[in-house]
């Protein structure tokens, strides 16, 4: 019996390959968009601090500069967060379209796969056939030579 052999493997080691390195790929970007969700979850909790910190000491009495300075680092706060923002939404861009090249390799993949396993299913039938045509023969020859004798 001659051994199965599928004619696109190396296509399908290939598209699998590939569909691993885009996989990574996405893995990569979510990690940077968890990264990114972290620094503007900190700086958010940086501004209510400081903003709780302003609050408390308005109440206690402070100086107009001190004042001005709290202002001055809140708004600078508030602008960074607002950069940060953006970048999360570009990151958030990124890994969109990388989950959707990932799940085009899947679909090309997939489909390669079920194509071998249509031929291998189309070469077990017929290596049965082939195994059930031999032993027809062989009951026939057997039944022609003890009839023989």
Known sequence: MKKFRFSLETVLDYKQQALDALRAEHGAILAKVRAQEAVIEGLEEEHRQ???????????????????????????????????????????????????????????????????????????????????QRIEEFVSTTRAMAAGL
């Open 50 to 132: 400081t903003d709780e910190e302003f609050t408390r000491r308005k109440l206690e009495g402070l100086t107009v500069l001190d004042a001005m300075n709290y202002e001055q680092y809140l708004r600078s706060l508030e602008r960074q967060i607002h950069e940060e923002y953006h970048k999360l939404a570009r990151l958030r861009r990124q890994e969109e379209q990388k989950r959707a090249q990932v799940v085009e390799a899947r679909k090309e993949t997939a489909t390669i796969e079920k194509l071998k396993e249509h031929k291998l299913e189309d070469y077990r039938k017929a290596e049965q056939k082939d195994e059930e």
